[in-house]
């Protein structure tokens, strides 16, 4: 997705690890579902384990279903928050808001119906975006960041990675592109999946066919669409965050060594004091699904050490 990007900048720590066949792992039934409405809409989260709390943000192309395999692992000591984000999955249809900073007060409602007051965040893709919102308007709600191989708007190399030609969807619009996707999602979908893994066989049929049917939903291609359509006005909006200072949270900036890779650090360094880098090997911008052990090892390691 972003490698010729990566490349322009200087090379990584690299974390070598064995490729694992990924699948979407069920949540455990032990996991309770919440329906919390906030914000003027009602946000789908799962709610599991107990512990420091942890949420979890996935990004486009995929639902909260991505972290079923961390939010087993961590649950163990942590309680795991996993929201829907506006819009997506199981979350009501909502037709405006998708700004990233309107999504950041979704996850400050989601916490606050569940009486928490500090979380560690651990985001992928779009939301990196809705997580760099929250911790930028809610600092001292942040415990540790963990931000997973995309860009954040108005932040950092923004405008040398628009210029990326695989990233031509960032900008796909206009009256007609819900019509010619709509009855198409998974021919539009695949496209994502494949051309963003190191190895599209790591996104797996079963994967795919899942994600498809809750895209093909009444409203959740428009949703998906919206969160592009705001990229304008949340580079504005991160603009103003980042002339309030830097977040102060130690960051982890992860990213696959067959897509951003060490950008993501570079991203974060141009909004956070206290950034480490990870690029994780022989994975593409689906980090979940190419190499799930390392991915999970490296979030669990690092949020280990939060004090």
């Known amino acids: 997705m972003f490698r010729p990007i990566a490349l322009a900048f200087a090379a990584a720590t690299v974390l070598a690890a064995t490729s694992v066949e990924a699948k979407i792992v069920p949540f455990p039934t032990t996991c309770r579902i919440q329906e919390i409405a906030t914000n003027g809409t009602t946000i789908h989260v799962r709610v599991c384990g107990s512990g420091s709390p942890v949420v979890l943000l996935h990004g486009y192309g995929e639902t909260g279903d991505m ?10 000591d942590h309680q795991v928050i ?8 199981l979350s009501a249809r909502a037709t405006e808001g998708f700004d990233k900073r309107t999504q950041a007060a979704d996850v400050a ?21 809705v997580g760099y919102a929250f911790a930028a308007r809610y600092r001292n709600q942040v415990t540790r960041f963990v931000l997973m191989d995309a860009p954040v708007p108005g932040v950092g190399p923004w405008d040398e990675i ?3 030609p695989l990233l031509w969807h960032f ?5 007609d592109m819900e019509r010619l996707v709509a009855g198409r999602e998974r021919i539009y979908l695949d496209r994502f999946w494949n051309e963003f893994s190191a190895d599209p066989k790591k996104f797996d049929e079963e994967s795919r066919q899942h994600y498809a049917e809750l895209y093909a939903r009444p409203g959740a291609m428009h ?3 919206e969160q592009f359509k705001a990229f304008d006005q949340d580079a504005r909006d991160n603009q103003t965050s980042l002339a309030e200072g830097p977040l102060t949270m130690p960051v982890l900036a992860i990213g ?3 897509s951003f890779g060490p950008t993501m650090a570079v991203v ?7 950034v480490h880098e990870l690029v994780i090997k022989d994975s593409g911008h689906w980090l979940m699904e190419e190499q799930p052990a390392a991915t999970v090892a490296a979030v669990r390691a690092f949020l280990a050490t939060q004090s």
């Open 109 to 129: 409602g989601v916490l606050a119906a569940l009486k928490v007051d500090r979380a560690a965040l651990v985001t992928h893709d779009i939301g990196n975006m």
């Open 67 to 76: 972290w079923g395999a961390l939010a087993i692992d961590l649950m163990h």
């Open 256 to 258: 696959g060594d067959h």
């Open 162 to 164: 628009l210029k990326n």
């Open 82 to 89: 996993v929201p829907d984000l506006r819009g997506l999955g």
């Open 171 to 175: 900008r796909f619009g206009g009256p």
């Open 223 to 225: 949703a998906g669409f």
């Open 268 to 274: 974060m360094r141009a909004a956070a004091s206290d």
